[in-house]
Each structure stands twice: as C-alpha cells, then as structure tokens.
C-alpha cells in the first residue's frame, strides 16, 4: 500500500526558532514535494525535489528550504519561523513523466507558531 | 499564469440531496484536471480526473465533465451521503522540465452533509 509519512502531526513553536518538518515515502518516487494549505487559499507549493539533492522554488519558497540526501525522505526547514507560517503543511510524491503522475499525499503537519 | 476558481464553501446539504461544486480554470495550453478529496484528519486522495476535453471522470458516484468551451469541470453528485463530507479540491496540471505534472489547486469547498 503507498504511503507518505510526515513526522509530526501537531507541532507548536516559538517565533524565531528552526523548525523540521520531515516527510518519508517508501513507493521510490523520484519527486517529492512540499505545500501549505491555508483556508481559502488551496493548497500553494513551496519546493519541490526531482532526485536526491535537486531542488526548485515553488510559489511560495521565501523563508523555507529544504533537504532531500536520501531519495525516500524530503525535509522542509524554516529557518526563523515567524507567525506568518503557521499553517497546515503537506507533503506529497510522485514518480516523472509526461504522462499521468498521481502525487500521493502524506497526513499533513499542523504547524502553530506563537 | 495558471489557476483554479472553485466556489466557497462550506456547502452544507441533507443525505440524499443534489451535489454540484463549480471549478473553472485558467491555464496555458492543454491541462489535465483533478478532483482531490480531504477527509478530516487525513491527506488529499485522488477522487477523478479527466486529462481531455468531453472527457468524463468517475469515482465513488461522483462525476465531472471536461468542458474546455467553458474552462469547467465541475463535480457532481446525485445522492450525497454523510460520510461526503470533506474538503473538495480541484486542480489543474501542468508539465514541468523536471518534475512531470505540476499541480494548481483551488481553494477548496467544504462540504457539510446532514442526517
């Protein structure tokens, strides 16, 4: 069964601490990805990661980056949270291709930070 | 640029009644489009796609129709259930150089099914 695990389901944090949200797939997908999802607003991607150590800006990527060393776990880091990101956070894979990729989603981390 | 206009929720219905959420697009080019479920607690599923025009989509009795005349793909249901009820997205894709499809998504519709 295809799964995506994200390490935290809940976290709370502290205005200007670093903060890591980890995201493990164990389908070998080549591409991971990160989003937030705010009300109104959809789902907005962050980065996105095609192979171990590649990496592109999404939409949204002030004030976040990320890690990908392993090809199975992708790590979204902000680097001095502020309030400003708290949000729900999702993280999703999928294999390349021209054709119909599916992204498989992970449960979401809900972020609070004070 | 590309994007997603669904209408806003929350959508709340009785069991049995008529479910229709409207989705429209903008997009460059020749977009696939995507229903996402989100039911509490968990991730977006797949619920249906339609990769082109007059293409329709189908999963668990819900329906949407391709209408590239009218930049639509609105979901249907004819009898909703309680267990619906969740958060709808829809979303149109995109080829990337390095990624394969590239997702836009709406803003969601909550949707709110009574006894």
């Known amino acids: 069964d295809v799964k995506v695990t994200q390490s935290s389901r809940y976290l709370v944090k502290r205005t200007g601490e670093k903060v890591f949200l980890e995201c493990v797939q164990d389908m070998d997908h080549e591409n991971m990805f990160w989003y937030r999802q705010d009300p109104g607003l959809g789902l907005r991607l962050i980065y996105f990661s095609y192979d171990v150590k590649m990496k592109e800006k999404g939409d949204i990527p002030e004030g976040y980056s990320v890690s990908r060393e392993k090809k199975e776990r992708f790590s979204l880091i902000l680097e001095s949270a502020s309030t400003n990101q708290t949000s729900m956070y999702l993280c999703?894979?999928?294999?390349?291709?021209?054709?119909?990729?599916?992204?498989?989603f992970g449960p979401g981390t809900r972020l609070t930070v004070t | 640029g590309n994007s997603v206009t669904q209408m806003e929720g929350p959508v709340t219905l009785s069991e049995e009644a008529f479910l229709t959420i409207n989705c429209t697009y903008t997009?460059?080019?020749?977009?696939?489009l995507f229903w996402y479920v989100q039911y509490p607690g968990e991730g977006l599923q797949l619920l249906l796609k339609a990769t082109k025009a007059d293409d329709k989509g189908s999963n668990k009795g819900f329906e949407a129709t391709y209408r590239k005349e009218t930049t639509s793909f609105h979901l249907e249901k004819g009898s909703v259930q309680v267990s619906d009820s969740a958060v709808y997205f829809c979303?149109?894709?995109?080829?990337?150089?390095?990624?394969?499809?590239?997702?836009?998504f709406g803003g969601g519709t909550r949707l709110m099914v009574k006894p």
């Open positions: 997009a460059t080019g020749y977009p696939s």
């Open positions: 979303a149109l894709s995109t080829l990337s150089n390095n990624a394969g499809n590239m997702l836009t």
């Open positions: 999703a894979s999928s294999t390349p291709g021209t054709g119909f990729h599916e992204q498989y």
